[in-house]
């Protein structure tokens, strides 16, 4: 899967050697901006009432945490470790240790003490993910795939629905996004800048999740594979330097902020919690078959789903092989298979979703240059399938999560919708 270069039309997929030695168009420009725009507006349109966000879940605990360290500072991350361990209804909810998102939270509430200011957080943390999407994509790629990609990013209804809301899960998306896209122009460019940001990247998500832990073993592993098949100019050592690195400071970090019977305190609650005691809620909507995240994924954007499909499809039985598109779908198998053994809700992996826009956007130009030779016609037929797939991802954000008004996105939301089940009483699922 990991290989040389694919048969997608030289001016669809070109590396740049150096990357970002070429400026993009100022057409592109002001299309992804326009496209930037326009959904932050969406977004900040749908941003829940004072009514409604759901202050027992997930956005409740975030905002206490936020708030705890925003009233007491830092002794607060440690008042939240406590408050954790001792009180048992906390036990199925998120961990105190997210540090990254708990600080920046509370910088949020130290402007404004109200929980749509986590709303414009997250809002910002998904504008700043399709920044970041461009600037890598136009040097990894080229303009027509970074467009293409950011478009397809920009209106898709998960990504926007989690940015409305006061929950870390766009802070993830961007972080994970950034991970990924760093060790994309790594492996391209082999700048070492890109493997420190990368390793950054990588830091700055173990400090915001801990299920990233779950990621580390797949770049590793394609890091030392393209090393060690493609000659990669970087060495062993600087990879075992990089590891530990990452290990030693999100300790520190972690050990600093908490305390090392603190951290302890709460792994053990937390595995105990786990074992001995087994909420109603995930186990009844956050289980399931491994095939349920494309499952989820066809309810919320089928159009883009089947196209990403394609292009794999297309990809792995074409003979060229480019090492780009081989680590997204590597990484996509990945998730779908390392995941599959925890809980299963689409917002914990949102990664997979960041996937498929980019194999669609590569679907796209694929299907196009490939069967249509004149320039003309070949952008009209891209412009065509580009705005059908955003009318249909609009369409999904907008009958589940502003017309349906689902907050958690689980598949029993979705089908109960769709009317493919019939409907819980009140209050049974969000």
């Known amino acids: 899967m990991f290989g040389a270069f694919s048969s997608l039309p030289p001016d669809a997929l070109r590396v740049r050697g150096a990357p970002g030695s070429a400026q993009p168009r100022r057409s592109h420009l002001a299309i992804a901006f326009a496209a930037v725009v326009l959904s932050a507006i969406i977004i900040q349109h749908n941003f829940p009432g004072p009514a409604g966000y759901f202050t027992s879940a997930d956005e409740g605990f975030y905002y206490r945490y936020a708030a705890s360290v925003h009233s007491q500072g830092w002794s607060g991350l440690k008042e939240n470790a406590d408050e954790f361990v001792r009180n048992t209804s906390w036990h199925v909810f998120p961990l105190p240790t997210r540090l990254l998102s708990t600080l920046t939270n509370a910088c949020a509430l130290a402007v404004a003490d109200s929980y749509e200011s986590l709303s414009v957080m997250s809002l910002i943390w998904f504008t700043l993910l399709l920044i970041i999407s461009w600037h890598y994509l136009c040097r990894i790629w080229s303009e027509d795939v970074a ?3 950011v478009l397809l990013l920009a209106f898709s209804p998960l990504l926007m629905a989690l940015a409305t809301h006061a929950l870390i899960d766009s802070l993830s998306s961007l972080l994970i996004g950034w991970a990924l896209l760093s060790f994309l122009a790594f492996l391209v460019g082999e700048d070492r800048r890109d493997f420190i940001t990368f390793s950054v990247a990588i830091a700055l998500n173990l400090l915001n999740r801990e299920s990233t832990l779950l990621l580390c073993p797949f770049f590793l592993g394609a890091l030392l594979y393209v090393k060690h098949h493609r000659q990669l100019r970087i060495s062993y050592r600087s990879i075992s330097l990089a590891v530990t690195a990452i290990t030693v400071a999100v300790g520190l970090i972690m050990l600093s902020a908490y305390g090392l019977q603190n951290l302890s305190n709460v792994a053990r609650t937390f595995y105990e919690a786990q074992i001995q005691h087994h909420d109603a809620y995930p186990m009844a909507f956050n289980n399931g078959p491994w095939y349920r995240y494309l499952l989820d994924l ?37 998730v779908l298979l390392v995941f599959a053994l925890t809980y299963k809700n689409i917002r914990y992996v949102t990664v997979l979703d960041i ?6 956007a590569l679907g796209i130009l694929q299907l196009t240059g490939s069967r249509i030779t004149a320039v003309r016609p070949r952008k009209l037929a891209a412009w065509s399938i580009v705005l059908l797939l955003i009318a249909s991802d609009v369409r999904g954000f907008h009958r589940y999560f502003v017309t349906g008004k689902i907050y958690d996105p689980v598949s029993y939301n979705f089908l109960e919708i769709e ?4 409907s819980l009483p009140p209050g049974s699922a969000q």
């Open 298 to 334: 066809l309810l919320l954007s089928p159009l883009t789903l089947l196209l990403s499909l394609f292009y794999c499809g297309h990809y792995l039985l074409s003979r060229a092989r480019d090492l780009r598109v081989g680590v997204l779908i590597s990484l996509f198998c990945y």
């Open 147 to 149: 467009l293409t990609a």
């Open 419 to 422: 009317r493919f089940i019939p």
């Open 355 to 360: 996937e498929v826009r980019l194999l669609a």
